[in-house]
Each structure stands twice: as C-alpha cells, then as structure tokens.
C-alpha cells in the first residue's frame, strides 16, 4: 500500500510540477525554468524535514534547499526538482555555481525509462562556503539500481533534482547557476 501511496505522490506531483512550467517567466530564479518542487523522504514514511526557498544577493535570486536529513525509517533525502523537456542530445553535462553548508549533495536525473519512485541517475558533487562553479558530466553519473540502463541522453531526461541524501545531517545549498553545457 505504502509503494502504491508513493507512485499516486510522485505522478501526481509531476504533473503538477508540469503545470507550473507555464508561467510566467519573470519569477525565474536565474536560468531556471520555473515550476521546481520541494520533497522529503515524508511521502514514503522517513523524518526528513526542510524547505525550498528564493533568496536574493543583491539583483541575483538564488534556490536554498535548506533542512535536516534524517536516515531514520528508511528515508534519508530532501530535494527540489523540475521536470524538463531537452530537444538537444549535444549536451555534455551540468554546469552549476553552489554554495552551501560543506558537504556532499548530488544532482538525481530521472528519465523516460525509468518507473519506480527510487530509480533514478546520481551526480556527486561537493559545495563549500563560498560561490564555486563545478561541472558534471553525464557520463559521470550513477545509475541507482542494476536493472535500469548504464547511461541516458539528454533527451530521456524528464526531471533533474538538487538533493541533500543518504547519511544523518544539516542541509544547506544554495544554487544560483545551474546550465546544461
């Protein structure tokens, strides 16, 4: 029942996340599309708790995923994500500029083929206290489970999420660039 209660969860919020890609453009928070969603391990049973906010630097607006992640129950993230449509196969990587409480957060694609909630490609990558600019490459990321296929394109990809996972800690990463290059 709880698998069931989860895939209803995630259909759902893709497409409402799909609605909210639609609006105007003027709330965009740098080169992102509108329509990011914040989740937590809560849809499937975990403790995890945090928020998505829209912080300003000056004239720049930037994304902070901010909260506590919590392994207990068998959870252990906090996200924001989108969905998206990519026409280019050209497309190498992400190029992002972050900053954040130091620590190890990861980018999670999702594409056409995959079905099941916790199937999805995993970029690691490492923020200090300060503005840094770093680069992933799709051939660098993992495939969460054997039986999903070893790489994707640009184009299978229908979400990418910013998240905080995996071990007992206090989240913070602000996001301000995030291209596909």
Do not use: C
Request: hydrophobic share 40%; charged share 25%; no cysteine.
């Amino acid at each position: 029942m709880n698998v069931l209660f989860f895939l209803l969860i995630f259909i759902l919020g893709n497409e409402i996340n799909a609605m909210n890609l639609l609006e105007e453009k003027e709330n965009q928070v740098g080169s992102f599309p509108n329509g990011w969603e914040f989740i937590s391990d809560q849809v499937m049973g975990g403790v995890s708790n945090g928020k998505l906010e829209i912080q300003n630097e000056g004239e720049k607006k930037y994304f902070r995923l901010k909260g506590n992640v919590s392994t207990k129950n068998n959870g252990g993230f906090i996200q924001f994500r989108s969905v998206f449509d990519i026409k280019n196969d050209d497309y190498k990587g992400i190029k992002l500029k972050v900053r954040g409480i130091p620590s190890e957060y990861f980018i999670h694609i999702r594409t056409k083929f995959l079905f099941l909630p916790w199937q999805y490609y995993s970029g690691k990558f490492s923020v200090k206290s300060e503005w840094t600019e770093i680069k992933i490459f799709f051939k660098d990321f993992r495939k969460s489970n054997f039986y999903q296929p070893s790489s994707f394109t640009p184009s299978e990809i229908e979400s990418i999420g910013f998240v905080a996972f995996g071990k007992d800690f206090e989240a913070e990463l602000d996001v301000i660039e995030a291209t596909m290059f």
